[in-house]
C-alpha cells in the first residue's frame, strides 16, 4: 500500500492515472447508457413495490435503487433487475449479484 501511493503522487505518473480513470468513467457511462438510466417514475414504482423499505434490513432511511445484477455486468434497468436497498446495504452489497426479494422480504 505504502508504494501504491508514492507512485501516485509522483508527477510523471500523473497522466496515467488520469488516463485509467477517464477510461473506467467511459466504461462506465457507456454501461449505464446501454442498460438505461432509472427515471423518478421508475424509481417511485420500485418503492412502491417494495414497500418503501430496504430488502435487506428493512429500515426507511436513506433508500436508493440497486440494480440485482449489476450494470457493468450486463444487468438491466428493469422492474425485475432493481431493487430497494439503504444506501448502508448497496454499499456492502458492492458489485454481487444479491436478490434480497427471492430471501422471503
Known amino acids: 500500500m505504502e508504494w501504491n501511493n ?3 503522487i509522483r508527477p510523471e505518473n500523473r497522466e496515467k492515472i488520469l488516463q485509467i480513470r ?11 447508457k446501454i442498460a438505461g438510466f432509472v427515471t423518478e417514475e421508475k424509481r417511485q414504482e420500485i418503492y412502491t413495490r417494495d414497500g ?3 430488502m435487506a434490513c428493512e429500515t426507511r432511511r436513506s433508500l436508493t435503487i440497486d440494480h ?3 450494470v457493468q455486468k ?3 434497468t428493469i422492474n425485475s433487475n432493481l431493487q430497494t436497498l439503504c ?12 436478490n434480497y ?4 422480504r
Do not use: D, E, V
Not at 477517464?22 to 449505464?32: E, F, G, T, V
Open 87 to 98: 444506501q448502508s446495504c448497496n454499499s456492502k452489497k458492492q458489485q454481487r449479484t444479491i
Open 52 to 54: 418503501s423499505k430496504c
Open 22 to 32: 477517464l477510461k473506467s468513467q467511459k466504461k462506465i457511462y457507456k454501461a449505464l
Open 74 to 76: 450486463g444487468g438491466r
Open 68 to 70: 440485482i445484477k449489476s
Open 6 to 8: 508514492k507512485w501516485r
Open 101 to 104: 426479494m427471492k430471501k422471503g
